[in-house]
């Protein structure tokens, strides 16, 4: 047992159900490799990778150590016209790693700032080429890219927009791609959806005129909004018309990269090769917050090289960007994967991860499990009249039968860390099978 606060009123919790949660805390003291602790002292099975960013498990002694190190002989250091060796090796890792040339890495600390950062590098990278008026930005309904303006302006969840009127006006949204009448319980990538992509073309260009758009930005797999794994083809046909028409294609990684769905990034799992990923999450292990933008040669160079020489080209960065902490544990999170190889693990675990989830389709109310590499998305019948609740009352049950799995309006979503074994699969399903069979029990 761990002594609880004496008041939990002073933290106003992110994305969270406040007043509830101070009724009823859930709280976590501990965590190694596939499991956490709970200030009861109880072992909780995680599910979901934390956040979707444990992806090499917990305190994985490489990255503690990495991290202590580095805490004791350089704290921090200026991230303005200084630099340390490390953030220069981070860089240097993340280029390799990436498909095609994108082999600039610009840092930041979120995967919010990442996509702020992405969609201000497409702004002066049209600018610095004399295209200044591509300013229109094009996200897709449901997608989540964070929570800062330029994220929730392109992002697609309505709860997330409604509250914040002020967003960046230049936004359109293309269609989602969810439709349970054609893809109820696929396996891995949909047949059906690629001609979505279609509106682009059709719809979007034509009204806004190509020669205003800047950019368009998507998740490879939409992960917060529950799940919507990317149709076969949709992305590729994307890749064309952005080609066509001189549109950068920003991939959203921030879930999707080291290893969740693909050899590494969503981009390679669908051959896809994007003008500038944002990853985050997983970068570190989620152990010191860090996020990244990895850009084509051709954007670095287009707004380096346009500017005088020895002048700041690009006005952007943060106090933390490349931070020492970060890099030490983004280092050792790259040797762990690597050493490990935990993304052709996941790989190769993803048949079996599929057999298991897609199991849940007999289960009461669930009307899709879909799934790519170790994402599953447990789509459940709303309650009448109360939606989110039977989702939200599976979480609980599971919680309090140890097992950490996340929702998302009455989706569930399931991303466990890599390292999982596959009697952990088993468990995983087997505990989240009774929690649904128990709030089955309530109409
Ligand atoms: C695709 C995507 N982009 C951006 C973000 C925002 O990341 P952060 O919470 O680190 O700001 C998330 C978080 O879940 C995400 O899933």
Redesign the pocket.
């Known amino acids: 047992m761990t002594a609880r606060p004496a008041s939990l009123q002073s933290f106003w919790m992110p994305f969270t159900a406040n007043r509830a949660f101070k009724q009823s805390p859930r709280m976590l003291v501990a965590a190694k490799d596939m499991h956490y602790t709970t200030d009861d002292g109880r072992q909780v099975l995680d599910g979901t990778a934390g ?2 960013c444990v992806n090499a498990g917990h305190c994985r002694p490489k990255i503690v150590e990495a991290v202590q190190k580095q805490v004791a002989t350089m704290d921090y250091s200026p991230a303005f016209q200084l630099g340390h060796p490390d953030a220069f090796r981070v860089a240097e890792r993340l280029a390799a790693l990436a498909p095609g040339d994108l082999d600039h890495v610009f840092y930041c600390n ?6 702020d950062t992405a969609l201000k590098i497409a702004l002066a990278y049209h600018r610095a080429r004399g295209e200044g008026q591509r300013n229109v930005l094009i996200g897709r309904e449901r997608g ?4 800062g303006f330029g ?1 929730i302006s392109v992002g697609g969840i309505p709860a997330n927009r409604k509250a914040f009127g002020n967003m960046l006006f230049r936004v359109d949204h293309l269609a989602h791609t969810h439709n349970l009448k054609e893809n109820a319980f696929s396996r891995g990538q949909p047949a059906w959806g690629a001609h979505l992509a279609d509106e682009l073309e059709q719809r979007i260009i034509p009204l806004h005129d190509a020669s205003n758009i800047a950019a368009v930005i998507v ?1 490879p797999l939409a ?2 909004t529950g799940v919507l794994v990317p149709p076969k083809g949709y992305l590729e046909r994307l890749r064309q018309i952005c080609d066509k028409y001189g549109l950068l294609l920003i991939f ?1 990684e ?2 999707t990269g080291f290893g969740r769905i693909g050899p590494c990034f969503g981009a390679d799992a669908v051959g896809v090769v994007p003008d500038m990923m ?1 990853v ?2 997983g970068l570190t292990n989620g152990t010191v917050p860090m ?1 990244a933008v990895i850009a084509r040669r051709g954007i670095y160079d287009a707004v380096v090289n346009n500017a005088p020489q020895g002048t700041i080209e690009l006005f952007h960065g943060y106090t933390y960007s490349g931070h020492p902490l970060a890099t030490a544990a983004a280092l050792a999170s790259l040797d762990t994967f690597e050493e490990e190889g935990l993304f052709q693990r996941a790989e190769e675990l993803a048949p079996y991860f599929e057999e298991a989830v897609q199991s849940l389709r007999e289960m009461p109310n669930v009307i899709d499990v879909r799934n790519m590499g170790l994402v599953a998305g447990i789509e459940l019948e709303p309650r009448p009249g109360a939606p989110t609740a039977r989702a939200f009352e599976t979480f609980l049950k599971c919680y309090e039968n140890g097992l950490l799995i996340r929702t998302t309006g009455d989706i569930i979503a399931l991303s466990p860390p890599l390292i999982i074994s596959k009697a952990q699969i088993d468990e995983l399903v087997g505990k989240l099978g009774d929690a649904l069979r128990e709030v089955g029990r309530n109409p």
């Open positions: 956040l979707w979120s995967g919010s700032e990442g996509v989540y890219h964070g929570a994220g998740e992960g917060s959203d921030v879930i944002i985050a999450k996020g």
